[in-house]
């Protein structure tokens, strides 16, 4: 991926517990000059990268950066995924950072987001998204918590029908393709790429986890208007 390839509004973000950087492209199409940072090598993630311990980054060095944006683990609280990952290999015992994610976040005194999918994981609810609002071919439901700003919280598009794949040993075909997990009608790799605008990677576990970048630059838009004429611009 091109770094060049979207002006700069001069405003940067911390991406914690980037992954593949489905989150930051969206950020960088809006204008965002983009670091990520996750516990992980992530050798796809096509900004500048940091690996360490995400919390301790934010605590550390988030004061830095103009926006933070977080996507701390969620598979401890959610149940779609807790059973597929135990079918894929990837282990088992997940932990909720929510709660520290946030008091980090926090503490920089810079505006945030928390993004994490429907299910138990303790975060507001003051946007959430579907890949129906961006005409994409996949659902994935996600809720983002703002601390420090606001943005209206778009109506939740209705469905065109169902997520193709079989349940309870019935196939159902549908416009939206099963991003996560493998089998069972589940999409391929190319149709998980396709469908959420995810080219640079091919690995499949990056892939189920990813954001679509459509979501994160309709709130990177947003943010930036915020950031340069709101509240929490005065507060920098």
Not at 59 to 65: D, F, K, P
Not at 94 to 101: E, N, P
Not at 120 to 140: Q, T
Not at 175 to 198: D, F, L, N, R
Request: proline content about 6%.
């Amino acid at each position: 991926m091109n770094l060049s390839d979207r002006p700069s509004n001069g405003l940067r973000i911390l991406d914690a517990f980037c992954c593949a950087g489905g989150a930051g492209t969206g950020y960088h199409r809006a204008g965002f000059d983009v670091t990520g940072i996750d516990i992980r090598p992530r050798p796809n993630y096509p900004y500048r990268f940091v690996q360490g311990d995400a919390v301790e980054y934010i605590r550390a060095h988030g004061h830095e950066y103009d926006l933070i944006h977080t996507s701390p683990p969620c598979q401890a609280g959610c149940a779609l995924t807790v059973g597929t990952n135990t079918a894929m290999g990837w282990g088992t015992a997940h932990v909720d950072l929510v709660a520290a994610t946030r008091e980090a976040a926090e503490s920089t005194g810079r505006p945030y987001v928390i993004e994490q999918p429907n299910g138990r994981a303790a975060v507001r609810k003051d946007i959430s998204l579907c890949g129906e609002m961006f005409g994409l071919a996949v659902l994935r439901h996600r809720n983002f918590e703002l601390g420090g700003w606001s943005m209206p919280n778009p109506t939740h598009t209705r469905h065109r029908g169902r997520v193709r794949g079989w349940r309870h040993g019935e196939y159902f075909d549908g416009p939206y393709v099963a991003a996560y997990g493998s089998g069972g009608g589940k999409a391929s790799i190319s149709e998980m790429q396709q469908a959420m605008g995810i080219t640079w990677t091919d690995v499949r576990e990056e892939l189920t986890e990813a954001i679509p970048p459509a979501y994160t630059e309709l709130i990177g838009r947003a943010a930036a208007r915020t950031l340069t004429t709101g509240p929490a611009a005065l507060a920098a």
